[in-house]
Nanobody
Framework: QVQLVESGGGLVQAGGSLRISCAVSGRTFSTYAMGWFRQAPGKSREFVGGTTWSGTNTNYADSVKGRFTISRDNAKNTLALQMNSLKPEDTAVYYC????????????????????WGQGTQVTVSS
């Protein structure tokens, strides 16, 4: 069983930065493709960005491209999302997700393709 635990959320002013992390249990983290999703109040959950099993390929939603960066440390079983130039519209609960993806080179944006999810961490950006 794979367990994901997000941390690092909080309140930040517009224009500021925040780094959230996802700790993943299990020995097979390096074989999983990982993704970040978010859900704002009253809205559906949406793809933020993701990375392949090796971290070689990443993909981002247009709304965060150039501001957010995903990184993974397969030795420490962690995934991170560095968020810069934050905007009030980035306010949401952020979720990390995992799916088996060894040798798969593309990043899926579909949440139904991810098998494991964390509980989420709240990010609030004040104007």
């Amino acid at each position: 069983q794979v367990q994901l635990v997000e941390s690092g959320g909080g309140l930040v002013q517009a224009g500021g930065s925040l780094r959230i992390s996802c700790a993943v249990s299990g020995r097979t983290f390096s074989t999983y493709a990982m993704g970040w999703f978010r859900q704002a109040p009253g809205k559906s959950r949406e793809f933020v960005g993701g990375t392949t099993w090796s971290g070689t390929n990443t993909n981002y939603a247009d709304s965060v491209k150039g501001r957010f960066t995903i990184s993974r440390d397969n030795a420490k079983n962690t995934l991170a999302l560095q968020m810069n130039s934050l905007k009030p519209e980035d306010t949401a609960v952020y979720y990390c997700a995992a799916r088996p993806g060894l040798y798969i080179r593309f990043v899926s944006e579909r949440e139904d393709e991810y098998d494991y999810w964390g509980q989420g961490t709240q990010v609030t950006v004040s104007s």
